[in-house]
């Protein structure tokens, strides 16, 4: 494979297959889970087990309980350069509800690529998931300052 090709794979099946896939949960109290979609982009030398360890990492953030439905990409890079100090780099576009969460991450290896991606995804899914609750609080003043008793 040459670098300026690119492979697509989805989060539950092999690479080179294609990159849609559809997994369902349920959501507990809430009902059931809408289809969530996900497409793994790789580019340059990136080999198979280093594109499993991420689909296991990113699929661990975004299947999980409370999340509305998810859909989009995350592109995987790895530099022909050698001289690079970091040459893997990711980026994720996705889309939970209606909000659009961006992970941008530049690593040395792999497996750390993943780690870091992970956590960065799961701190921005966390702030887009509880929003609404910041949303649905009253602009009005505690009781303990003036405002209504509740």
Request: hydrophobic share 35%; net charge positive.
């Amino acid at each position: 494979m040459t670098a300026g090709t690119a492979r697509t794979a989805g989060t539950a099946g092999t690479a080179g297959t294609a990159g849609t896939t559809g997994t369902t949960g349920t959501t507990g109290d809430r009902g059931t889970r809408d289809v969530t979609t996900l497409h793994v982009r790789a580019e340059g030398g990136v080999d198979e087990e280093a594109l499993a360890y991420l689909r296991e990492k990113v699929g661990a953030v975004l299947d999980r309980p409370g999340l509305p439905p998810v859909s989009g990409e995350v592109r995987v890079t790895r530099s022909a350069a050698h001289h690079v100090e970091r040459p893997w780099s990711a980026g994720a576009e996705i889309r939970v509800g209606a909000d659009l969460v961006v992970v941008r991450a530049r690593e040395a290896t792999a497996h750390e690529l993943a780690d870091r991606l992970q956590d960065r995804l799961r701190a921005r899914t966390e702030r887009v998931a509880h929003r609404w609750d910041a949303a649905r609080r009253t602009a009005a003043p505690p009781p303990w300052r003036g405002g209504p008793e509740r």
